[in-house]
């Protein structure tokens, strides 16, 4: 029986399509995992419309704060599930970027780990999985990493977290998160990465020739989301030009159309070039234009990555 899945924060899906698994990216296979998505939230209306039309199951919108306070009674078909033995969450981040103005919890969306804590202590999921970014462990000279950690395991839970590359998991984008793993302690033992989730010993990074290449003569629209921004070159992030041989830059949710130029540097980056340094398939489209398109895949979890994250967690519930 497959193992049952909240899947919170969900964007656009990159998360939930990893744990679901059964893609393929760059002519590979990635194998259908043991996971059923039964319940799905975001807020955002655009990646919602995304969400539905990729995975083909509902996403509730709306804001899980107002859902968790039954300030939407009646509106929704599919209130917050009793039970489930995942929760999964990447938590917004851009609070905590390096690359933000680093408010943390003096925001909104810097506590909103806090409701999926308290989605977590209402469904006592058998594992939980949260995502952040790298400036997540630096807040506030490592209080913000501590505190979240800390809220987590009063609620019972053994609480590991690790940086990692996505580019040492067959993505071909230099992306560093922080993946937090939770695991219930009457039933399981502390998660280990170097054990279910060891890094390559040989890191054969794909590089944005091999991973975009075919797309770089082709005309604009020749492909679905295949649209790039016109934004003229000016100061500030995303005026520099990607390499071919390296694997790509951070895609970001925030550039307001200064995604990087391409190494040709006759345009930017267009947003199916985006989603590729992403690792979406190129039969997941983006709705419904192409600012929301870089929004949300900047937004997303990388869907390999995810899905070597998958992997991890479904061999660590063989020890159940």
Not at 8 to 33: H, P, Q, V
Not at 73 to 98: T, Y
Not at 132 to 157: P, W
Not at 258 to 265: A, D, Q, T, V
Request: hydrophobic share 35%; net charge positive; aromatic share 12%.
């Amino acid at each position: 029986m497959k193992k049952t899945v909240i899947s919170l924060f969900s964007g656009c899906g990159g998360l939930d399509l990893g744990f679901a698994g059964g893609f393929t990216f760059l002519n590979k296979s990635y194998s259908s995992n043991n996971f059923d998505i039964i319940w799905a939230n975001d807020i955002e209306k655009n990646a919602c419309l995304t969400y539905r039309n990729n995975l083909k199951h509902n996403i509730v919108c709306g804001d899980i704060r107002d859902l968790l306070a039954n300030k939407y009674i009646g509106l929704f078909d599919a209130p917050v599930p009793l039970e489930a033995d995942i929760v999964l969450g990447g938590f917004p981040c851009q609070d905590f970027s390096h690359a933000g103005k680093r408010k943390g919890f003096d925001s909104k969306r810097g506590t909103l780990y806090q409701s999926m804590c308290e989605v977590v202590s209402q469904t006592r999921p058998k594992v939980f999985l949260a995502e952040n970014v790298k400036g997540l462990l630096t807040m506030n000279n490592g209080a913000a990493i501590s505190k979240i950690t800390g809220d987590f395991e009063k609620l019972g839970y053994h609480v590991s977290y690790k940086l990692l590359l996505t580019a040492d998991f067959e993505v071909p984008q230099r992306r560093e998160r922080v993946i937090i793993i939770g695991s219930r302690k009457d039933v399981l033992p502390k998660f280990s990465f170097s054990n279910y989730l060891p890094e390559p010993e040989h890191k054969d990074w794909i590089d944005l020739k091999t991973a975009i290449g075919d797309l770089e003569d082709k005309e604009e629209g020749a492909v679905k989301n295949h649209f790039w921004s016109k934004a003229k070159r000016n100061k500030g992030q995303g005026n520099n030009a990607v390499s071919p041989d390296k694997p790509g830059p951070t895609m970001r949710a925030e550039h307001h159309g200064n995604i990087e130029f391409h190494w040709n540097e006759k345009r930017r980056l267009s947003a199916r070039e985006a989603a590729r340094i992403q690792s979406f398939p190129d039969n997941f489209i983006f709705y419904p234009s192409t600012s929301s398109a870089y929004r949300q895949i900047g937004n997303a979890v990388p869907p390999v990555f995810a899905w070597h994250l998958a992997q991890g967690v479904q061999k660590f519930f063989k020890r159940i």
